[in-house]
Nanobody
Framework: QVQLVESGGGLVQAGGSLRLSCAAS????????MGWFRQAPGKEREFVSA????????YYADSVKGRFTISRDNAKNTVYLQMNSLKPEDTAVYYC?????????????????WGKGTLVTVSS
């Protein structure tokens, strides 16, 4: 069983930056594909970004491409999401996700493990 704990959320003005962290425990971190999803009030949970376990290949939703960067530190069992040029529409609860076999998922239904989320609020 993998446990995921997010941190780094908060309130930021439009154009600002935040870095989210997700600390994992209970498994072999390097073997998991990791990702970030977000859910705004009244909306479905949507894919943001993901990184494979082995190759480190990265994937991004079109809405965040060029502004967000995902990375992982396998020695620290942690995945990060650097968010720059934030917009009010980025406001959401951000969830960390983990998947067996180093795979990545771009739909919420395919995720094996979830964190509890961290709130990001971007003011205009």
């Amino acid at each position: 069983q993998v446990q995921l704990v997010e941190s780094g959320g908060g309130l930021v003005q439009a154009g600002g930056s935040l870095r989210l962290s997700c600390a994992a425990s209970g498994g072999t971190f390097s073997s998991y594909g990791m990702g970030w999803f977000r859910q705004a009030p009244g909306k479905e949970r949507e894919f943001v970004s993901a990184i494979r376990g082995s190759s480190g290949s990265t994937y991004y939703a079109d809405s965040v491409k060029g502004r967000f960067t995902i990375s992982r530190d396998n020695a620290k069992n942690t995945v990060y999401l650097q968010m720059n040029s934030l917009k009010p529409e980025d406001t959401a609860v951000y969830y960390c996700a983990a998947n067996w076999g180093g795979l990545v998922r771009t739909t919420a239904g395919g995720v094996d493990y979830w964190g509890k989320g961290t709130l990001v609020t971007v003011s205009s």
